[in-house]
């Protein structure tokens, strides 16, 4: 897929080796409250995401988890500029994308790309396959010919475990693993470094999900791709993701090593999630503490004062914990991090 790989800028390096891919400081994502039917006034802000910050190393996978609505998708669409941030920068691959002009921002788009969480609703019902992955590289301008256009389309249909003669096939005559892999295929189209997987097997059935979360292991170790994995499923995380970072209610409260968050989680937020994760030995599961959270998730255009957990968590502190603002990520133990006030404690 050498052909339709374009040259990727320095990446920033770091003290302990890894090369940074992608690199999130205090961004932030309002969408704004209008009121009035003709003069309209902004009269709050919708905070999806609130001064979040992360890297991705290269060739890694970063697990985004949390309850629905706490900001996940939001923050893959912004950081790939599909929405444009209310604040904070995304630097991608030493290149800071909230500054970039609309034609640098293009050129970088080859080296970025989303499989989405609906793999029909991302799927144009009136393109045939051949066209919806051949898209981007006719917009970029990739491959003129259209024989070479062709024969590089269904490689890529074969590589995803599709059958390449359906390149004229609709949409519409594919089950919903196959149109995901159509997704993958349009992703790889422009021999991206980075993907976004938003919620990729969340609208699958379980039996093909295994199927898929393997496809996009075997692609990430032949074509060297970082991935930001945004999922509900806490168990295909631990599976696929070599770091997972939590989010809640717009922010992240706990992010490290996939090992670690799972065997020695420090926020409550990760405790109560992680309780909730079944556990096929009969005998463990009986054993078991489950946590279950009061109350409902607060709405992100009015989070609690303090911290934002302060509503639900069964050990806030009265007085520190709904009075001073929300905690910063402190690094507990080496690439391990937690935003909370009793993080000492619980260490």
């Given at each position: 897929m050498?052909?339709?790989a374009?040259?990727?800028a320095?990446a920033?390096?770091?003290?302990d080796?890894?090369?940074?891919?992608?690199?999130v400081?205090?961004l932030?994502?309002?969408?704004p409250?209008?009121?009035g039917?003709i003069?309209q006034?902004?009269?709050?802000?919708?905070?999806a995401?609130d001064?979040?910050s992360?890297?991705?190393y290269k060739?890694?996978?970063?697990g985004?988890v949390?309850?629905?609505?706490c900001?996940k998708?939001?923050?893959g669409r912004?950081?790939l500029?599909?929405?444009?941030p209310?604040s904070?920068?995304v630097?991608?691959?030493?290149?800071?994308?909230?500054?970039?002009?609309?034609s640098?921002l293009?050129k970088?788009?080859?080296?970025?790309?989303?499989i989405?969480?609906?793999?029909?609703?991302?799927?144009?019902?009136r393109m045939?396959?051949g066209n919806i992955?051949?898209e981007?590289?006719?917009?970029?301008?990739?491959?003129?010919?259209?024989?070479?256009?062709?024969?590089?389309v269904?490689?890529?249909l074969q590589?995803?475990?599709?059958?390449?003669?359906?390149v004229n096939?609709y949409?519409?005559?594919?089950?919903?693993g196959q149109?995901q892999?159509?997704?993958i295929?349009?992703a790889?189209?422009?021999n991206?470094?980075?993907?976004v997987?938003?919620?990729?097997?969340s609208a699958?059935?379980v039996?093909i999900q295994a199927?898929?979360v393997?496809?996009?292991?075997?692609l990430?170790e032949?074509?060297?791709?970082?991935?930001?994995f945004i999922?509900h499923?806490?168990s295909?995380?631990r599976?696929?993701?070599d770091r997972v970072a939590?989010?809640?209610l717009?922010?992240?409260?706990?992010?490290?090593?996939?090992?670690?968050?799972?065997?020695?989680?420090l926020?409550p937020?990760?405790?109560?999630?992680l309780?909730?994760?079944?556990v096929?030995?009969?005998?463990?599961?009986?054993t078991r503490q489950?946590?279950?959270?009061?109350?409902?998730l607060p709405?992100?255009?009015?989070?609690?004062?303090g911290?934002n957990?302060?509503?639900?968590?069964?050990i806030?502190?009265?007085g520190?914990c709904?009075?001073?603002p929300?905690?910063p990520?402190?690094?507990?133990?080496?690439?391990?991090?937690?935003a909370?006030?009793r993080?000492s404690e619980?260490?």
């Open positions: 050498s052909s339709a374009s040259a990727p320095v920033k390096p770091q003290q080796g890894r090369e940074v891919v992608l690199e400081t205090n932030k994502k309002h969408f409250i209008n009121s039917l003069i006034r902004q009269v709050g802000a919708v905070k995401v001064d979040i992360f890297k991705v060739g890694e996978t970063l985004l949390g309850e629905s609505g900001g998708s939001t923050t912004t950081v500029q599909l929405y444009k209310t904070g920068s630097v991608f691959e030493g290149k800071d994308l909230t500054s970039l002009s609309s640098e293009r970088m788009r080859r080296r970025m790309q989303m989405f969480q609906d793999p029909f609703a991302s799927l144009n019902p045939s396959v992955v051949s981007p590289l006719r917009i970029h301008n990739i491959i003129q010919n259209r024989n070479e256009l062709q024969e590089y269904e490689n890529l590589r995803v475990g599709l059958n390449p003669y359906y096939r949409p519409h005559e594919f089950s919903g149109r892999r159509i997704g295929a349009r790889l189209a422009l991206p470094s980075f993907i997987c938003d919620e990729p097997i699958l059935d039996s199927q898929v393997n496809l996009l292991e075997e990430q032949e074509f060297n791709l970082t991935y930001l999922a499923d806490l295909m995380v599976h696929i993701c939590v989010m809640y717009g922010k992240i409260v706990e992010v490290g090593p996939t090992d670690e968050v799972y065997e020695n989680p926020h937020y990760t405790h109560a999630l309780s909730a994760v079944p096929p030995d009969p005998m463990v599961e009986r489950r946590i279950i959270l009061t109350g409902d709405s992100p255009a009015r989070p609690p004062i911290c957990f302060n509503t639900r968590c069964p806030a502190i009265p520190i709904y009075q001073e929300d905690p990520l402190v690094e507990i133990t080496p690439g391990h991090w937690a909370c006030h993080v619980l260490n």
